[in-house]
Antibody
């Protein structure tokens, strides 16, 4: 079964760092892009960026460039989303997702989604 | 590319047809997907390529359009269809989602 399993909920203080994970299984991890999507409570979906684990090619939405870092370790089939200094406005659910097709430039629909990681940033 | 969905909320009775709209600020060809999201769940892909149903999606869901105007139609709403629906363009790697349409029980 193809699936993405994300790390658990996090509660952090402003200014702290954080790295959440997304582990892929049931498919050739290196050959498919992995994207990250933010959803603030009660709001819509925002695409943050995408990474190709095969060569670590990474692209960011202009809204998130410089605010987060996306990475991947293909040896353990895991992608990451990290912050160096969290803000209260980072409080949201974060989803990782895999496109329907492998390769390409990452521009695709997402058919496999992780369960989401809730990140709460509060003093 | 800005994606605009309308209406924001759609009140429909079970068994009725629901028509949701999505407009792109510039042409995205047929590179358009629709997702369904229920409370507490991750989004689920319904339609890609503007009109192709994803695996396991019932035939009552259909998508149409190309360029800048797209429509998702649910032919006969079932109780499990009440949810929020999002469109997403993938004409370029700078993917964008619409703001969503909530389909609620009338």
């Amino acid at each position: 079964e193809v699936q993405l399993v994300q790390s658990g909920a996090e509660v952090k203080k402003p200014g702290e760092s954080l790295k959440i994970s997304c582990k892929g299984s049931g498919y050739r991890f290196s050959n498919y892009w992995i994207g990250w999507v933010r959803q603030v409570s009660g709001k819509g979906l925002e695409w943050m960026g995408i990474i190709y684990p095969g060569d670590s090619d990474t692209r960011y939405s202009p809204s998130f460039q410089g605010q987060v870092t996306i990475s991947a370790d293909k040896s353990i089939t895991t992608a990451y989303l990290q912050w160096s200094s969290l803000k209260a406005s980072d409080t949201a659910i974060y989803y990782c997702a895999r496109p329907t097709g492998g390769g390409g430039n990452g521009a695709d629909a997402f058919d496999i989604w992780g369960q989401g990681t809730m990140v709460t940033v509060s003093s | 590319i800005v994606m605009t969905q309308s209406p924001a909320t759609l009140s429909v009775s079970p068994g009725e047809r629901a028509t949701l709209s999505c407009r792109a600020s510039q042409s995205v060809s047929s590179n358009l997907a629709w997702y369904q999201q229920k409370p507490g769940q991750a989004p689920r892909l319904l339609i890609y390529g503007a009109s192709t149903r994803a695996t396991g999606i019932p035939a009552r869901f259909s998508g149409s359009g190309s360029g800048t105007e797209f429509t998702l139609t649910i032919s006969s709403l079932q109780s499990e269809d009440f949810a929020v629906y999002y469109c997403q363009q993938y004409n370029s790697w700078r993917l964008t989602f619409g703001g969503g349409t909530k389909v609620e029980i009338k």
